[in-house]
């Protein structure tokens, strides 16, 4: 058995993945015309087994499942050969585990959310979105107890030299609220699919708890995404006017 086991299975699958190419070039033909001459009595044999199957009342479909865990041993195996890159497995690990997380754990605190407040005055609006940098801004009429829309930075300053109060009123989006149980992956397929930067997570009474953006979704899966000084797309000068790429 022993030399059964050497000479007959491991020494020839060891010399075959040694010599992969070479082998399969040689083999390959035979192979075909055997596949080929064999394919009467696969059929025999396949249409027999399913007969039987029926007989017992077994899907023949029925498989192993396969799990997270077993996935993720495949991909420790690539990181570990070298096919995949550790960065890659992290990504790979962080993007099974979003479905795990609520929207609770991915969100921006409601203490610690910049908005614009519409019932200040223009200057001081402008003022704060100078100071502050997001790309998506909420806007609310007195506080986040009273949200009336989102806009991007990007709408602000081509609107700059024409906004207003009443202006900024007619430019808003339409806010989006989700329950804080909601899931990472249906989060954020429903961002996908109303094309929203932004959405608010509200409480069983309604009560806005904090938003999440596109960019924190991506940032759960691929870690901090800093952006490079010659990648900024607009940035102010000295004179208080905006550069724009």
């Not at 060891?14 to 070479?22: G, I, K, M, P, T």
């Not at 070039?25 to 007969?51: C, E, G, M």
């Not at 001081?124 to 502050?132: C, G, M, N, P, V």
């Given at each position: 058995?022993?030399?059964?086991?050497?000479?007959?299975?491991?020494?020839?699958?060891?010399?075959?993945?040694?010599?992969?190419?070479?082998?399969?070039?040689?083999?390959?033909?035979?192979?075909?015309?055997?596949?080929?001459?064999?394919?009467?009595?696969?059929?025999?044999?396949?249409?027999?087994?399913?007969?039987?199957?029926?007989?017992?009342?077994?899907?023949?479909?029925?498989?192993?499942?396969?799990?997270?865990?077993?996935?993720?041993?495949?991909?420790?195996?690539?990181?570990?050969?070298?096919?995949?890159?550790?960065?890659?497995?992290?990504?790979?690990?962080?993007?099974?585990?979003?479905?795990?997380?609520?929207?609770?754990?991915?969100?921006?605190?409601?203490?610690?959310?910049?908005?614009?407040?519409?019932?200040?005055?223009?200057?001081?609006?402008?003022?704060?979105?100078?100071?502050?940098?997001?790309?998506?801004?909420?806007?609310?009429?007195?506080?986040?107890?009273?949200?009336i829309g989102t806009i991007s930075s990007k709408v602000l300053l081509d609107e700059y030299d024409h906004l207003s109060v009443s202006r900024l009123g007619k430019l808003l989006k339409h806010p989006r609220f989700v329950p804080e149980s909601m899931k990472g992956l249906p989060l954020l397929n429903y961002m996908q699919q109303t094309s929203v930067e932004?959405?608010?997570?509200?409480?069983?009474?309604?009560?806005?708890?904090?938003?999440?953006?596109?960019?924190?979704?991506?940032?759960?899966?691929?870690?901090?995404?800093?952006?490079?000084?010659?990648?900024?797309?607009?940035?102010?000068?000295?004179?208080?006017?905006?550069?724009?790429?």
């Open positions: 058995t022993y030399f059964a086991i050497i000479i007959g299975e491991l020494v020839p699958k060891r010399f075959a993945q040694n010599n992969a190419e070479s082998i399969a070039i040689v083999v390959a033909y035979p192979i075909h015309w055997l596949a080929k001459l064999a394919r009467p009595f696969v059929f025999l044999l396949t249409v027999s087994t399913d007969a039987l199957l029926k007989l017992l009342r077994q899907n023949e479909n029925q498989g192993e499942i396969v799990t997270e865990e077993d996935i993720f041993a495949v991909v420790n195996e690539g990181s570990e050969s070298g096919a995949i890159e550790p960065q890659e497995q992290l990504m790979i690990r962080k993007l099974l585990h979003l479905n795990d997380r609520l929207a609770l754990s991915l969100m921006t605190p409601r203490c610690d959310i910049h908005f614009l407040d519409t019932n200040l005055p223009l200057d001081a609006i402008l003022k704060h979105l100078r100071q502050t940098q997001h790309s998506v801004w909420p806007v609310c009429k007195g506080g986040l107890d009273n949200i932004m959405v608010f997570i509200v409480d069983e009474y309604g009560d806005v708890q904090g938003l999440v953006t596109l960019y924190d979704l991506l940032k759960s899966i691929a870690g901090e995404l800093g952006m490079a000084p010659e990648q900024i797309w607009a940035k102010q000068q000295k004179d208080g006017s905006w550069l724009m790429d």
